[in-house]
């Protein structure tokens, strides 16, 4: 069974900075294209970031485009969001997602979110 | 990068169908067959419900179809039932390495 577990949300005062991390487990994690994906509470989805199998690709939202970065450890079947120059905007709840096996550009497999609060 | 534009709600009776629209561009709906549709229900995960504009994974009850003409693509559910109502959310391939979701469309069983 797929499981994607999320952690490092927590409140931080704007301008800061958070790591994200995603324990990823019953998959072959270096298979795959991982995405960020956040939610700010009561409101839509926004897809945030994606990586591709070896880190070789990665892409961003504009929103966050020069502030955050994404990586992954295939040794530690682990994906990270490192979250610079936080605002009050990037207050979400944070989504580890997973694509479909042959799916280009599909996310299949949700975590269960990691709560970010930007707030001073 | 534009979120894809959806009906803020919709609603049907049991039994009846209702259809969410998602209207993009023609450099994401319309240039990709890489739309997908997500069903999420309160305090939850979203769920895949219809990925490539029409296809279903495993487990998708076939009351859910999807389709796509032009810059918009759709999202028909059959036969509703209570424990259809959620929020549901398109999203699409935008070129470039980008993904982008449309606002949501909460759907109200009456």
């Known amino acids: 069974e797929v499981q994607l577990v999320e952690s490092g949300g927590v409140v931080v005062q704007p301008g800061g900075s958070l790591r994200l991390s995603c324990a990823a487990s019953?998959?072959?994690?270096?298979?795959?294209?991982m995405h960020w994906v956040r939610q700010v509470p009561g409101k839509g989805l926004e897809w945030v970031s994606l990586i591709n199998r070896d880190g070789g690709t990665t892409n961003y939202a504009d929103s966050v485009k020069g502030r955050f970065t994404i990586s992954r450890d295939n040794s530690k079947n682990s994906l990270y969001l490192q979250m610079n120059s936080l605002r009050t905007e990037d207050t979400a709840l944070y989504y580890c997602?997973?694509?479909?096996?042959?799916?280009?550009?599909?996310?299949?497999?949700w975590g269960r979110g990691t709560l970010v609060t930007v707030s001073s | 990068q534009s979120a894809l534009t959806q009906p803020p709600s919709a609603s049907g009776s049991p039994g009846q169908s209702v259809t969410i629209s998602c209207t993009g561009t023609?450099?994401?709906?319309?240039?990709?067959?890489?739309v997908s549709w997500y069903q999420q229900h309160p305090g939850k995960a979203p769920k895949l419900m219809i990925y490539e504009v029409s296809k279903r994974p495993s487990g998708v009850p076939d009351r859910f179809s999807g389709s796509k003409s032009g810059n918009t693509a759709s999202l028909t559910v059959s036969g509703l039932q209570a424990e259809d109502e959620a929020d549901y959310y398109c999203n699409s391939y935008a070129g470039s390495n980008n993904l982008v979701f449309g606002g949501g469309t909460k759907l109200t069983v009456l």
């Open positions: 997602t997973k694509e479909r096996w042959g799916s280009k550009f599909l996310i299949e497999s």
């Open positions: 019953g998959f072959n994690f270096v298979d795959y294209t």
């Open positions: 023609s450099s994401d709906v319309g240039r990709y067959n890489y």
